[in-house]
Nanobody, 115 residues
Framework: VQLQASGGGLVQAGGSPRLSCVASGYIFSRYNMAWFRQAPDKEREFVAAVTWREGNKFYGEFVKGRFTISRDNAKNTVYLQMNNLKPEDTAVYYC?????????WGQGTLVTVSS
């Protein structure tokens, strides 16, 4: 089982990167998926989740309409479109199942937002 996140990097404030996460080793389409993030010296926090058929989406309060989660079950991939990034969005972003149990977290992808 593997979760491979990508799409991070150095972004200027106001930028709009799209993160991708490819899952392998399990039946991706049967599980709700989510993005989480962990900033330096902070605990991991919930960013967004999408149900298995993409019928419902949920977001952390700090998102405030700036991010959009989506998925492509045919590609075993979940996406996070981020808009209007702020320096406080700097973190390692991870994808995983939406819970209550989680897979190995993997490396995540680092997003660094410069002001």
């Amino acid at each position: 089982v593997q979760l491979q996140a990508s799409g991070g990097g150095l972004v200027q404030a106001g930028g709009s990167p799209r993160l991708s996460c490819v899952a392998s080793g399990y039946i991706f389409s049967r599980y709700n998926m989510a993005w989480f993030r962990q900033a330096p010296d902070k605990e991991r926090e919930f960013v967004a989740a999408v149900t298995w058929r993409e019928g419902n989406k949920f977001y952390g309060e700090f998102v405030k309409g700036r991010f959009t989660i989506s998925r492509d079950n045919a590609k075993n991939t979940v996406y996070l479109q981020m808009n209007n990034l702020k320096p406080e969005d700097t973190a390692v972003y991870y994808c995983n199942r939406a819970g209550p149990t989680f897979l190995n977290w993997g490396q995540g992808t680092l997003v660094t937002v410069s002001s």
